[in-house]
């Protein structure tokens, strides 16, 4: 753990943004996303990325691109998946379809904003009852990376990488 | 008025060489039942997702025209996807029979709204008795012979 400017906690920063998506644009071919601040310094830096109302829809047009032959990669926050978790077994958990799923797992630490800490409470317990595997990238940094997207596409299904406060700059 | 099924005929001859995302419901079960084409994927869950996937698609292939064939509850569904349109080669049709037919023929609200790139296609009510469409291994893989042939190869 680390503290930030305000001296609050946050976890070890794993890597920058910009050595993040560099690394994420060797795995995958197309991006989508529901704007989430953990990923602010992400997304300007991805070559080209899809903005979705929802997660639902996200998932939707991600899964859309998948049948047209591409790689991809979702960036959202965790509360979204309260919003696609039907899209994602409707889709691509019933087709048997790779999908890296990058989670920012807000709500875990203590100062974070109470609307956020139920979601911080059950993000990995409901993505394992979804029988969803989980990756932790505060554990395994790049190499976590690497292998989630590894898993996604060469046994066809969804991976869901984890990602905590700090872990990338905002 | 005429029946669902002659109307998803009509629009599998309209766009001859599309690849087709039919709704869940009784929309993919008639279109898989009566009407089976590998260029079809036929969604058996999803409620609300079938414009979302045709933007996915269409969007990451811009020379293949894709139909998007939703019911008008699914449509109502996944109103926020609205937003995504339009997309060039991505034609959208909701079959509209004002019902949630599939769950017992509950009344369907009226569209806030109807863009021009949305074609609402009026049909009767009324169900041809189909089965579940195929198993979701046996859509894929009807899909990617195409797809394989036609796109993705």
């Not at chain 1, 997304?43 to 859309?64: D, Q, S, T, V």
């Amino acid at each position: 753990m680390r503290l930030d400017e305000k001296g609050r906690d946050l976890f070890d920063l794993k890597m920058s943004s910009a050595e993040f998506t560099k690394d994420i644009e060797s795995q995958c071919n197309w991006f989508g996303c529901v704007p989430d601040s953990v990923f602010k310094q992400v997304l300007p830096k991805l070559k080209h990325w899809h903005l979705a109302p929802r997660e639902n829809h996200l998932i939707g047009m991600a899964f859309g691109a998948k049948l047209a032959g591409q790689k991809p990669a979702v960036l959202i926050q965790n509360s979204g998946i309260g919003l696609c978790l039907d899209a994602l077994l409707g889709t691509f958990c019933l087709y048997n379809q790779g999908l890296l799923l990058v989670i920012s797992n807000r709500g875990v630490l203590q100062w974070e904003e109470i609307q956020h800490q139920d979601w911080g409470d059950i993000t990995e317990p409901l993505l394992s009852v979804s029988k969803i595997k989980i990756i932790s990238f505060d554990e395994e940094g790049i190499d976590g990376l690497n292998r989630a997207a590894k898993m996604a596409f060469e046994n066809n299904e969804v991976v869901a990488l984890t990602i905590q406060r700090g872990n990338l700059d905002e | 008025m005429s029946k669902r099924i002659d109307k998803i005929a009509e629009l599998l001859q309209a766009h001859p060489k599309a690849f087709f995302i039919f709704s869940n419901g009784l929309t993919s079960r008639e279109a898989s039942y009566f009407h089976r084409e590998d260029r079809c994927f036929y969604l058996l869950h999803g409620m609300g997702e079938a414009l979302s996937i045709g933007v996915g698609f269409a969007k990451a292939q811009p020379d293949t025209e894709v139909v998007v064939v939703d019911g008008d509850g699914n449509a109502l569904m996944g109103l926020a996807s609205w937003s995504l349109m339009p997309v060039k080669n991505l034609y959208y049709y909701i079959l509209a029979n004002g019902v949630h037919e599939t769950t017992g023929g509950q009344k369907v609200p009226s569209f806030p709204f109807v863009p021009d790139w949305c074609n609402i296609v009026e049909t009767s009510i009324g169900q041809e008795g189909t089965p579940n469409p195929p198993g979701p291994s046996e859509i894929m893989t009807s899909c990617q012979k195409w797809l394989t042939n036609n796109i993705n190869g």
